[in-house]
């Protein structure tokens, strides 16, 4: 009950969601102490997915088993889920109303420009972090692997990952390498 209660109280995403859920796990029920909590969360917080559903899979798992951690992530995620096929159902019921069709209308050049504002800002951190012609090369890179060959954008992104992951020592090792042929001077 304590992780459907905080499924159905939480909104605004996971990090909002963890307040609700210390009360219950720390105040509420005692399950564990403050301190305790503090160290799940940092443990949760390096672990990829959403944090609150990570929480509700550890408490369950932690005061019931691998069971409770089933039912605890369920008891989380249901309300959520039942709240967005009630919302689809409901769009989709009055999908042929020019209201409902003017706000989705609305809505689209909305996230456009907030898709477009992310995009800037990423380049302008490669740029930054790259300089402008790795950022640019990067850019043709992507871009053509994107548009030109169709490659999936989830193997355009780990082939970028991959490549962030050994950016700074392939940097290092060619500036010393420029230091090394120059004689140091």
């Given at each position: 009950?304590?992780?459907?209660?905080?499924?159905?109280?939480?909104?605004?995403?996971?990090?909002?969601?963890?307040?609700?859920?210390?009360y219950?796990?720390?105040?509420?029920?005692k399950?564990?102490?403050?301190?305790?909590?503090?160290?799940?969360?940092?443990?949760?917080?390096?672990?990829?997915?959403?944090?609150?559903?990570?929480?509700?899979?550890?408490?369950?798992?932690?005061?019931?088993?691998?069971?409770?951690a089933?039912?605890?992530?369920?008891?989380?995620?249901?309300?959520?889920?039942?709240?967005?096929?009630?919302?689809?159902?409901?769009?989709?019921f009055?999908?042929?109303?020019?209201?409902?069709?003017?706000?989705?209308?609305?809505?689209?050049?909305?996230?456009?420009?907030?898709?477009?504002?992310?995009a800037?800002?990423?380049?302008?951190?490669?740029?930054?972090?790259?300089?402008?012609?790795?950022?640019?090369?990067f850019?043709?890179?992507s871009?053509?692997?994107?548009?030109?060959?169709?490659?999936?954008?989830?193997?355009?992104?780990?082939?970028?990952?991959?490549?962030?992951?050994?950016?700074?020592?392939?940097?290092?090792?060619?500036?010393?390498?420029?230091?090394?042929?120059?004689?140091?001077?």
């Amino acid at each position: 009950m304590a992780m459907f209660r905080t499924g159905i109280l939480g909104y605004g995403g996971g990090p909002s969601i963890v307040p609700l859920i210390r009360y219950e796990a720390v105040t509420r029920f005692k399950w564990m102490k403050d301190e305790e909590f503090v160290e799940v969360l940092a443990i949760a917080n390096t672990l990829p997915g959403p944090i609150a559903t990570k929480l509700a899979g550890y408490l369950g798992y932690r005061l019931k088993g691998v069971w409770g951690a089933v039912v605890g992530v369920l008891a989380h995620i249901v309300p959520t889920c039942a709240a967005m096929v009630g919302l689809y159902s409901f769009i989709h019921f009055f999908s042929t109303s020019l209201v409902i069709k003017g706000m989705i209308a609305a809505v689209v050049p909305i996230v456009a420009v907030m898709l477009g504002v992310m995009a800037y800002e990423f380049g302008e951190k490669a740029i930054k972090g790259l300089g402008w012609l790795a950022g640019v090369v990067f850019f043709i890179i992507s871009f053509l692997l994107l548009q030109t060959f169709s490659v999936h954008p989830a193997i355009v992104i780990f082939l970028f990952l991959l490549y962030g992951a050994f950016h700074h020592k392939l940097t290092d090792k060619w500036k010393k390498r420029q230091l090394g042929e120059g004689g140091g001077v």
